[in-house]
């Protein structure tokens, strides 16, 4: 009985002081088991609901389209660029829309002039997740922009990009 008890307190005592060493402060909760993806998983947990900032942009309390990215990013260890959505568009390997899986990136040039405007990650079944005037929000591609009149994120969609690995590859 004695060594059952020195055993336990000898395990409790290693739990305690190697908490911190597992659980580091600042760390993101855990994420959900049966997330698409990695960075929509992230995104889902931890940022959804939070509202939009041009000043604040870089979470956790509040984002714009590109703070959203980069911290998602930072925050699932992907390499990427804490900048505007045309320093983003660098990262990753591009990609055709028709070959969108959950996690990738998709910027959008609502005027057709070659500068990105907005960005969003692709998040399956047609949707976005990004952060817009409104807040971090879920958005179908095909729901308009409300920028031009009948514009939808579909149309306005310049370029998507691969961040993460390809699950069907």
Same mark, same amino acid.
């Given at each position: 009985?004695?060594?059952?008890?020195?055993?336990?307190?000898?395990?409790?005592?290693?739990?305690?002081?190697?908490? +911190?060493?597992?659980? +580091?402060?600042?760390? *993101?909760?855990?994420?959900?088991?049966?997330?698409?993806?990695?960075?929509?998983?992230?995104? %889902?947990?931890? @940022?959804?609901?939070?509202? #939009?900032?041009?000043?604040?942009?870089?979470?956790?309390?509040?984002?714009? @389209?590109? /703070?959203?990215?980069? #911290? *998602?990013?930072?925050n699932v260890g992907i &390499?990427?660029?804490?900048?505007?959505?045309?320093? =983003?568009? &660098?990262?990753? %390997?591009?990609?055709?829309?028709?070959?969108?899986?959950?996690?990738?990136?998709?910027?959008?040039?609502? &005027?057709?002039?070659?500068?990105?405007?907005? $960005? *969003?990650?692709?998040?399956?079944? /047609?949707?976005?997740?990004?952060?817009? %005037?409104?807040?971090?929000?879920?958005?179908?591609?095909?729901?308009?922009t409300g920028v031009y &009149?009948? =514009?939808?994120?579909?149309? $306005?969609?310049?370029?998507?990009? %691969?961040?993460?690995a390809d699950p069907y590859?």
């Amino acid at each position: 009985m004695k060594k059952f008890v020195i055993s336990a307190v000898c395990v409790l005592l290693c739990a305690v002081f190697s908490a +911190p060493a597992l659980f +580091p402060k600042n760390a *993101a909760p855990p994420l959900p088991q049966d997330s698409d993806n990695i960075l929509v998983g992230f995104i %889902r947990a931890n @940022c959804m609901g939070r509202p #939009y900032s041009s000043k604040n942009r870089l979470g956790p309390e509040s984002f714009d @389209c590109s /703070g959203l990215i980069w #911290y *998602a990013c930072a925050n699932v260890g992907i &390499e990427m660029s804490s900048g505007n959505t045309d320093s =983003q568009l &660098e990262y990753g %390997r591009p990609i055709d829309m028709s070959e969108l899986t959950p996690g990738d990136l998709i910027f959008f040039d609502y &005027e057709n002039d070659g500068a990105t405007d907005h $960005a *969003a990650v692709y998040s399956g079944d /047609g949707n976005i997740i990004h952060a817009t %005037r409104s807040g971090v929000r879920e958005t179908p591609l095909d729901s308009p922009t409300g920028v031009y &009149e009948n =514009q939808t994120f579909r149309d $306005a969609a310049a370029a998507a990009r %691969r961040v993460v690995a390809d699950p069907y590859a």
